[in-house]
């Protein structure tokens, strides 16, 4: 029976699955009903100091929905904890003793100097709870007045104020960086550098959701003016995922503990983010469409797959992927593939043909002796994955590897020796093979 | 008299036949809209599970050839106006062909969900949802050209008349319509069930054709008894004829007049203009003879009008039938009973009213063909509805100069509606090969003003 119990920095929680920094971790109210339906952890909603931020009193949330108003993408312009600090700290408190197996790490967010950071750490660390998080994301509101992202994207600062946090508190100490930066690792270096436990991304990425036509305005609109909002959900998985990937692989921090975050609505996600080197992952968006209960989904989906794969424990398959992934250059250039269409399967939908034709490389049929049929012409296909992307039926199109005989496409061997673009005599920088 | 196997003693019935058999309620439930429109978000829904497919099978399946991925794929990204023009722009009369359309047989049947699904996206219903919506708003999708100073008589008014009137009005031709009934619509207004057309919506689809401009009507006039095709051929350019079928089949059995033997067609065109539903007298046992869509329109609304006990009895088995599995499960699901494999032998009469009716069981031969047994049974009936197809009144089209060729007692046409006369045209359920279908007849009407306005255009 898989064990999923995590041990992210010596913060030790009975699953993987924290609710991020957000909304739904804004006041004990809420964090005691996550801990009820089953979360392993919180990262408390960023604190500030007083006088606390206002938010505005219009919409704060826009979204890209997808067929039957599914959510694709969802974006926000909420500012940090707009409540007194000293009522934040008390109820930390008094969820970490009610809750203590749980995870309780605090979110912060205090101008770029020693004596704020200085302030308000001891007062967190009273509180009993396991560890900071310091919001260096956010990339609306805060980053307007030196803070936010306004620090994430520069890691000089990153470096100097992580390494007042681990002066001034006992606590392990989590950046969360954002990902409104070109190179994602220049950040996490820097967090390295300033002595910072881990890292957890990504943070929200700047965003305009929509454009409301008929007041000419971005949304959510406030009074006929939008401000740019974070972005995040389902959309930015693949974002949040790359940039995982790149500092998991990167050798200046690789092993740096990643708390996984981005658009983590289900179990597989979490697994994904996990075999990229995430130690753990964070949750919000999804909690935010559906509730609490998601975490039920999270962890039988995860502990079912554990078992039908042998893995007794997370760390077991912890960065598993991290070793495969590569750069475009050393890609086997040797490797050939083909679509094949399962004509069992298919409805005769024709996408994948008119996708190739008029997009690719126009290797498809849409008639075959005078019927309407599909099949893949090898001499045409480049195995581009499209026409399997394009089919509505799951499993219908496959790409298949050719292990032997000749491409028809190139009229070259099929070889079973591994050759990259380093060595390729179209490369003008090719390194001949000795 | 054969063996009386089964079926009550038809000679003791007494013919119970009297209007009010259903309460004001029971009337505006029975007789609502069969397929109320989508809502918006219902829409959305549907839309979404259209694939858009290459070269779309429903399209081809269309027999006007609506570009159906592309109207659905313009609902679901809300331009539900662009969606009824395109739908408009091959069918001007696509609000009724939503409604009436045989679906099930035409572009739902080829929709590529049904493979893996069973549930083919809801064609008929997405159309519906854009063509109302465009009706609703007002907005124009034709704009009629300068006058032609070309005029075109058309006749017949209904959906192959009006069809091509808009073909031709559409560029910059003067159509008169001459109808010979009350009202334009032809079927649309006079045939097809209540339930599928409510809220007059046939006349409001002729006044949105109508609006392009250009398209006088004349009523009250029949050919062969008001004018006459030379009369027509005369005075005006070019003419259409759309005179569609204004004979009923007869079952050739002793006592067809009495009362209680009714036509299908007259019954429903009474139905479909009546002020008072509850009015209409209805039997208490109805037999209805034969298989196709009349058959099913008249026997569930005999039903719905509060008849005890309704039966369509059909020669062949219920393969066989012209009405569609949907429309034969839509009139089983609504009560009535479907007696299959037996042909009319007699109408039973007592002091000249029906009292019932004999039929004959029938099987194929090893032909393939159908032989009429002496195994018979009979039915209790106060009511039998012949609805064993229409024909064509041809005695207008036959005599003096203006005789039109026929082929099968239909009116002979080319591809492109071209009759054996060089200014006529023809097109809907009287013309060879007429699949007695709205769609067809607006295909016709549309394919034949392309085709006159080229002859129009060649005199000029």
Redesign the interface.
């Known amino acids: 029976m898989a064990d999923l119990r995590a041990d992210f920095l010596g913060i030790k929680s009975p699953n993987p699955f924290w609710l991020a920094s957000a909304p739904p971790t804004d006041r004990e109210v809420n964090v005691t009903r996550a801990f009820k339906a089953g979360w392993g952890g919180v990262v408390w909603k960023t604190l500030g100091l007083d006088p606390h931020v206002v938010n505005i009193n219009g919409p704060r949330y826009g979204a890209i929905h997808g067929s039957d108003r599914s959510l694709a993408g969802f974006n926000n312009i909420e500012l940090i904890s707009d409540r007194p600090l000293g009522i934040n700290l008390q109820e930390i408190k008094a969820v970490k003793q009610a809750w203590p197996d749980r995870a309780v790490v605090v979110s912060l967010m205090v101008p770029c100097d020693e004596a704020s950071w200085q302030g308000i750490l001891p007062l967190v660390e009273a509180t009993g709870a396991d560890g900071v998080e310091l919001n260096f994301g956010c990339p609306h509101g805060m980053s307007e007045r030196g803070m936010g992202s306004a620090v994430g994207q520069v890691p000089e600062y990153i470096e100097m104020v992580a390494r007042w946090c681990k002066k001034h508190t006992r606590m392990p100490v989590i950046v969360k960086l954002t990902p409104n930066i070109t190179d994602v690792r220049f950040p996490a270096r820097a967090a390295k550098a300033g002595a910072a436990d881990a890292v957890s991304l990504i943070n929200t990425i700047n965003s305009i959701v929509g454009v409301d036509l008929d007041q000419m305005a971005p949304m959510p609109t406030t009074d006929g003016k939008g401000s740019h909002g974070g972005y995040c959900g389902p959309a930015v998985k693949p974002i949040a995922m790359n940039m995982v990937a790149e500092i998991a692989r990167d050798p200046e921090t690789h092993g740096l503990p990643i708390s996984g975050i981005g658009g983590i609505s289900q179990w597989r996600d979490a697994v994904e983010f996990m075999t990229l080197g995430a130690g753990n992952v964070q949750v919000c968006t999804a909690a935010m469409v559906y509730g609490f209960k998601i975490v039920e989904e999270l962890v039988d989906g995860m502990k079912t797959w554990m078992d039908d794969k042998g893995y007794e424990r997370i760390d077991q398959f912890v960065g598993a992927a991290v070793p495969n992934i590569s750069d475009w250059q050393h890609l086997n250039l040797n490797y050939v593939v083909k679509a094949k269409i399962n004509q069992d399967l298919c409805i005769k939908c024709g996408r994948c043909h008119i996708a190739c034709e008029d997009t690719s490389h126009q290797a498809i049929t849409h008639t075959v002796n005078g019927e309407r049929r599909f099949e893949v012409m090898d001499d045409e296909c480049v195995g581009c994955n499209l026409c399997a992307i394009t089919c509505p039926v799951e499993g219908c199109i496959t790409l298949e590897q050719m292990t032997a005989g000749v491409d028809p496409r190139t009229k070259l061997p099929i070889s079973g020796t591994y050759a990259n673009w380093t060595t390729h005599p179209n490369n003008p920088q090719a390194v001949p093979v000795e | 008299m054969g063996i009386n196997s089964d079926g009550g003693d038809t000679a003791s019935i007494t013919p119970n036949i009297a209007s009010g058999r259903i309460s004001a309620q029971q009337e505006s439930d029975n007789f609502a809209d069969l397929h109320p429109l989508l809502t918006p978000f219902q829409a959305?829904?549907e839309a979404?599970r259209c694939?858009?497919?290459?070269?779309?099978?429903c399209m081809q399946a269309c027999p006007t050839g609506i570009d159906v991925a592309l109207f659905i794929r313009q609902i679901s990204t809300g331009n539900t106006t662009g969606a009824a023009a395109t739908i408009l722009h091959e069918n001007i009369m696509g609000g009724m062909c939503a409604r009436v359309c045989p679906t099930e047989t035409l572009c739902e049947q080829v929709c590529?969900?049904n493979?893996?699904e069973g549930e083919p996206v809801q064609i008929g219903r997405l159309q519906r949802y854009a063509t109302d919506h465009l009706m609703a708003s007002g907005k124009k999708v034709f704009e009629r050209p300068d006058d032609s100073g070309k005029t075109v008589a058309v006749i017949g008014g209904g959906p192959a008349g009006l069809s091509c009137a808009h073909g031709l009005a559409r560029r910059g031709h003067n159509v008169t319509i001459l109808e010979a009934r009350e009202k334009p619509g032809g079927l649309n207004e006079y045939g097809i069930a209540t339930y599928k057309t409510v809220d007059n919506f046939a006349q409001r689809e002729v006044d949105y054709i109508l609006d392009i401009g250009g398209i006088e009507i004349q009523t009250g006039q029949r050919l062969g008894q008001d004018f006459t095709l030379d009369d027509v051929r005369a005075k005006y350019d070019a003419v259409f004829l759309a005179i569609g079928m204004g004979g009923v089949n007869a079952l050739g059995l002793a006592g067809e007049d009495a009362d209680g033997v009714e036509d299908a067609v007259d019954y429903i065109a009474e139905l479909r203009q009546a002020e008072d539903r509850r009015q209409l007298k209805v039997g208490q046992r109805v037999l209805v003879i034969g298989g196709g869509m009349t058959a099913v329109d008249i026997a569930v609304q005999s039903k719905l009008l509060g008849a005890e006990e309704v039966t369509m009895v059909y020669r062949r088995g219920q393969q066989q039938m012209n009405a569609s599995t949907y429309e034969q499960e839509l009139a089983q699901t609504r009560g009535v009973n479907i007696r299959t494999w037996a042909a009319p032998q007699d109408l039973q009469m007592t002091d000249g009213k029906l009292t019932g009716m004999t039929f004959a069981r029938t099987r194929l031969d090893n032909d393939g063909r159908l032989v009429v047994t002496k195994d018979t049974f009979s039915l209790p009936a106060d009511v039998v509805f012949k609805a064993i197809g229409q024909k064509l009144v041809s005695e207008p089209l036959t005599g003096g100069a203006s005789a039109v060729a026929l082929e099968g007692g239909r009116i002979s046409v080319d591809p492109e509606r071209r009759t054996s006369l060089a200014d006529v045209w023809a097109g809907g359920d009287c013309v060879v090969n007429g699949e007695d279908l709205t769609v067809a007849a607006v295909e016709d009407g549309k394919v034949a003003a392309r085709s006159i306005d080229t002859f129009l255009q060649q005199g000029a």
């Open positions: 959305s829904v979404d694939y858009f497919c290459y070269d779309a099978p590529v969900r493979d893996k």
